[in-house]
T-cell receptor, first 114, second 116 residues
Framework: AQKVTQAQTEISVVEKEDVTLDCVYE???????LFWYKQPPSGELVFLIR??????QNEISGRYSWNFQKSTSSFNFTITASQVVDSAVYFC???????????FGKGTKLSVKP | GAVVSQHPSWVICKSGTSVKIECRSL??????MFWYRQFPKQSLMLMAT?????????EQGVEKDKFLINHASLTLSTLTVTSAHPEDSSFYIC????????????FGQGTRLTVV
């Protein structure tokens, strides 16, 4: 069965701290995609990154970076020098549902305090 | 990125009435659209997959007669909550895929439904 686990339900940090959001996935597919989405209080889902299973290179985009470790089935997300605007719920997702849908983790609520 | 527009953003309706939510892909054709439901502080759960020109595929436990899905064109899918009850109050989000499996899914803004 395919599954995404985000063990951290809530994280609270102070502005400028670095924070890492964990994501562990399970799949039997050899080809799959992993995603991270941000959901601010307004509710819309903001796409952050999509990574295919054959590309294990880490990626950096500004203050955001992602560490994909296929050996441990993890796709962790780090925010460097966090800011209050980073406060949101972050979802990790895996492609490959029976309908080609995304399978979401339960989300991690990040609160960045000034 | 591609744009998916969902309307309305929020709606309040009385018990027993029906509510229609629209999901449009504005700048691409979407052969497949997905409807998710999100309870407060919960994850997104797939309700159904909507394919243009054919019947929707519902997930186990989702009532087909209650959540009517129509995907009449390549840019529009609608979800109608029929005979709504307070327990149907939730956040409903659609997403559309521009290409085949594993391509990026773009999400609408979501619709917050409150049934009173």
């Amino acid at each position: 069965a395919q599954k995404v686990t985000q063990a951290q339900t809530e994280i609270s940090v102070v502005e400028k701290e670095d924070v890492t959001l964990d994501c562990v996935y399970e799949t039997r597919d050899t080809t799959y995609y992993l995603f991270w989405y941000k959901q601010p209080p307004s509710g819309e889902l903001v796409f952050l990154i999509r990574r295919n299973s054959f590309d294990e290179q880490n990626e950096i985009s500004g203050r955001y970076s992602w560490n994909f470790q296929k050996s441990t089935s993890s796709f962790n997300f780090t925010i460097t020098a966090s800011q209050v605007v980073d406060s949101a719920v972050y979802f990790c997702a895996l492609s490959g549902g029976s309908q080609g849908n995304l399978i979401f983790g339960k989300g991690t609520k990040l609160s960045v305090k000034p | 990125g591609a744009v998916v527009s969902q309307h309305p953003s929020w709606v309040i309706c009385k018990s027993g009435t029906s509510v229609k939510i629209e999901c449009r892909s504005l700048d691409f054709q979407a052969t497949t659209m997905f409807w998710y439901r999100q309870f407060p502080k919960q994850s997104l759960m797939l309700m159904a997959t909507s394919n243009e020109g054919s019947k929707a595929t519902y997930e186990q436990g989702v009532e087909k007669d209650k959540f009517l899905i129509n995907h009449a064109s390549l840019t529009l899918s609608t979800l109608t909550v029929t005979s709504a009850h307070p327990e149907d109050s939730s956040f409903y989000i659609c997403s559309a895929r521009r290409g085949g499996t594993n391509t990026e899914a773009f999400f609408g803004q979501g619709t917050r439904l409150t049934v009173v």
